[in-house]
């Protein structure tokens, strides 16, 4: 095969990148490991910023996402006895929806512009150093097959090959605790996310929609969610979300998902090599404290699509030879807030650590400046920042 842009990863980042792609004209095709199943069904981030709606709208993905999506004007910061809302549109005068990563991968599959060859093996790089990059893999039949391009986009997450194939410096943080999640099959007791400060540890009330509710309970790393039965699971996030202060209850119901996600930061540097550009969890990860998972690899493809379609179809190789530079400061910016905003919630055994996190709740909860400064990095800084 012959395309302009050989793509590897069919999540939303890949997706999106060949939608992007395509509108300005520029060909792709798409590989991914998994089946399109697989994939569609994967339960990720649910928060998408301000930015990330309006890109989506502005590449004809928006309907569904206005129509069923919910937008929500802030979040709730609390801490034992207390529970306060920080409004958004009244602080920076922008929102964010509530709107699962299934949702977009949904939509980006119903669009359709998008060549892609599922469930392939032995997805191989070869010669991204020179001007004739190429890919080779087996697809789902069993024949061998080649695609050769002009570039070679790596959307391929945290395991594919394309992160290896960059000769980089890495940055690594990872916490001492994780997060037990579940999705459970009960309307969410609040309206906007609850981010709750506890002594037993953090908790975090979100939702999918307005019949499913997303929940999180910061737990040790190694946790088996099988020791943590579904009683004991609802009996903590009362204690730790608050039950019956000041009149508010939480809801329990039939737990459909429980996993373990381990917390970590990464940032590989750089985004690129020759024609090899990597986009999204290729080339870093967040801890989903700061919501920003999707929406970087949102800002990413973004900023790849820009340079890519500026050099592949007019010939003007400057955006494609600052994409690295452009997407690192973003992605710097939303690495420290994640870091911050974890930092800030999740407890440990040091009492001294504690006070230190209940003054930040405080001031950021009482200051507007705090509180602005939260809200401006939440609902997400301008692509390209």
Avoid at 34 to 58: C, H, K
Avoid at 130 to 140: A, E, I
Avoid at 149 to 156: L, Y
Avoid at 184 to 190: E, F, H, M, N, Q
């Amino acid at each position: 095969m012959r395309t302009q842009v050989a793509v590897i990863g069919a999540g939303p980042a890949g997706l999106l990148l060949s939608h992007l792609l395509r509108r300005g004209g520029v060909d792709s095709v798409v590989v991914e490991t998994r089946s399109q199943e697989y994939v569609a069904s994967r339960i990720r981030a649910g928060i998408l910023e301000q930015s990330s709606v309006d890109l989506l709208t502005a590449a004809g993905l928006g309907d569904r996402l206005r129509a069923e999506g919910h937008e929500h004007r802030g979040i709730y910061l609390q801490m034992p006895g207390e529970r306060h809302h920080l409004d958004f549109v009244d602080l920076i005068g922008r929102t964010v929806w509530v709107y699962g990563q299934t949702e977009v991968q949904k939509d980006l599959i119903a669009a359709g512009t998008a060549e892609v060859h599922y469930e392939v093996t032995g997805t191989t790089l070869h010669d991204v150093e020179t001007d004739r990059p190429y890919v080779t893999f087996v697809d789902s039949g069993g024949a061998a097959r080649r695609i050769d391009a002009d570039v070679i986009a790596g959307c391929d997450g945290s395991f594919g090959p394309s992160r290896h194939a960059v000769p980089s410096e890495t940055f690594e943080r990872t916490y001492p605790y994780s997060w037990l999640g579940i999705l459970a099959d009960v309307a969410p007791s609040t309206d906007e996310l609850i981010y709750a400060w506890h002594p037993n540890g953090f908790a975090l009330h979100s939702m999918r929609s307005d019949t499913v509710s997303r929940l999180y309970l910061q737990v040790p790393n190694g946790t088996d969610p099988a020791s943590w039965p579904d009683d004991r699971i609802w009996q903590e996030l009362a204690t730790r979300l608050g039950h019956g202060e000041h009149g508010w209850k939480l809801t329990g119901g039939p737990v459909t998902d429980k996993s373990v996600l381990p917390m970590r930061s990464y940032v590989q540097t750089p985004m690129r090599h020759g024609r090899l550009f990597l986009a999204g969890d290729a080339a870093h990860i967040v801890p989903p404290t700061g919501a920003k998972g999707l929406n970087l690899a949102i800002a990413d493809v973004t900023l790849l699509s820009q340079a890519l379609v500026a050099w592949l179809r007019a010939g003007r190789p400057a955006l494609a030879e600052s994409y690295s530079d452009d997407a690192l400061r973003r992605v710097w910016r939303c690495t420290h807030f994640s870091w911050w905003m974890t930092t800030m919630l999740h407890t440990g055994s040091d009492p001294f650590d504690a006070q230190l996190q209940l003054s930040q709740l405080r001031w950021v909860t009482t200051s507007n400046a705090g509180a602005t400064g939260l809200a401006e990095n939440y609902a997400g800084l301008p692509i390209g920042f």
